[in-house]
Each structure stands twice: as C-alpha cells, then as structure tokens.
C-alpha cells in the first residue's frame, strides 16, 4: 500500500533557525510528491511539488529516490511558518496519499 | 474561478439528525475527494471521485455516510443519522493534472 510518513508530530524551532521537516514515502511507481501547509483554521494550499524545483517561501524540498524522502527544508524559519504541514504522494489514476502532518512551531 | 466552494462552511446539530455537506469543485477538474480531519486521526480520505464515478469509498467510516457526485460540478456528502464522534471538519477537494486544491472546509459539531 501506498504510504507516507512524517515522524514528527510537533517540531518547535526558534526564529532565525534552520527547519526540516521529514517524509518518507513508500516505493511504487514513479510518484509525484508534494508538500501542503495549513495554517490556523485555514484551508490547505500546495507549498511546493517536486517536478517544479521552485522555492516558495524560501521553503526547499529534493525528492531523494534512493532514501524515498522529501524532506521540506528552509535555512531560516519565521515566525509566520508556524504551520501544519502536509507531505503527500500522488500516482496518476490513483489517489492523494497525505501523511501524518507535522506541526511546526516556531519560536520567537 | 472561485476555487473549491464548500457550504455550509460551519454546521451545528444534534445526535440522530441528517446531515449533508455540499461541494463545488473547480471547473474542469476531474478527480474529486472528500477528506476528514480531526485532531486525533489527522487528515483521512473518505472518498475520491474520477470524472463523476466513484472510484475508492473505501475510507468512508461506515455505512451511515454516503457520497454522490450527480455531475461534474456538484458533490454531496451526507450522514445520516449523524453520531457525536462524526464531529471533524470535512474537506472537499479537487484535481487535474495532478494538483489537489482544496476547499476551505465544513466544521461539523454533532451534540
């Protein structure tokens, strides 16, 4: 079955920090990933997917084939980052896969 | 376009009562999923849709809860009889070419 995981529930960080958020996924296929964020009571909205390579928000993410990771990364974190954050997998003809999420808090 | 549209965007009603949430997904996406999320569970799929035809059902909680998409541009969710532990905030969302957008939610309390 198709998985993704994200091992942490709650990462809290100061601001001015650096930030990775972890996700692993299982293999099958040539999947496409993709990170969401959430913010408080707020819909999701897609962050970043990894054929684009773009930056958004100075946030990161390399699709590691041989870790089956896509971990989301930003050199300095913010406070307005604080955040849930969504890794999902996508195969065409199948569906989303959404992980865990992981909640990012950051410190002032 | 709007985006996904979802209404009613908060609902409050008492145990045994129906319930039926409401989607209008983007125009021309053709795959639609309903999702659940809740503090405890996180986000799960219920159900996805594939140019109108249901496709996997096979999160949806128990028989109490049933979907429909009639035409490509609507999709109810409706449960019924609703219990308390059906409270969660249900996400309708939509796709083409592999890009979910999601609505901005139906924050259901059951009492």
């Known amino acids: 079955a198709q998985r993704v995981t994200q091992p942490e529930k709650l990462l809290s960080v100061f601001k001015g920090a650096p930030v990775e958020l972890k996700c692993n996924y299982s293999?099958?296929?040539?999947?496409?990933l993709f990170w969401y964020v959430q913010y408080s009571r707020q819909r999701l909205q897609l962050l970043l997917r990894?054929?684009s390579r773009e930056s958004i928000k100075g946030f990161t993410a390399d699709l590691n084939k041989g870790e089956t990771s896509f971990h989301l990364k930003k050199p300095f974190a913010q406070e307005e980052d604080s955040a849930m954050y969504y890794c999902?997998?996508?195969?065409?003809?199948?569906?989303?896969?959404f992980g865990p999420g992981t909640r990012l808090s950051v410190l002032p | 376009d709007a985006g996904v549209i979802q209404s009613p965007r908060h609902e409050v009603t008492e145990m045994g009562q129906e319930v039926t949430l409401r989607c209008k997904p983007i125009?021309?996406?053709?795959?639609l999923f309903w999702y659940r999320q809740t503090m405890m569970r996180g986000l799960e799929l219920l159900i996805y849709f594939n140019n109108n035809v249901p496709i996997d059902d096979s999160g949806m909680p128990e028989d109490r809860f049933s979907a429909k998409m009639p035409n490509a541009s609507f999709s109810t969710l409706k449960i019924q009889p609703s219990e308390p532990r059906d409270s969660a905030v249900y996400f309708c969302?939509?796709?083409?070419?592999?890009?979910?957008?999601f609505g901005e939610g139906s924050r259901l309390t059951v009492l």
């Open positions: 969302a939509s796709s083409f070419g592999g890009e979910l957008f």
């Open positions: 293999y099958s296929g040539s999947p496409e």
């Open positions: 990894h054929i």
């Open positions: 999902a997998r996508f195969n065409y003809g199948q569906n989303f896969v």
């Open positions: 125009s021309g996406h053709d795959y």
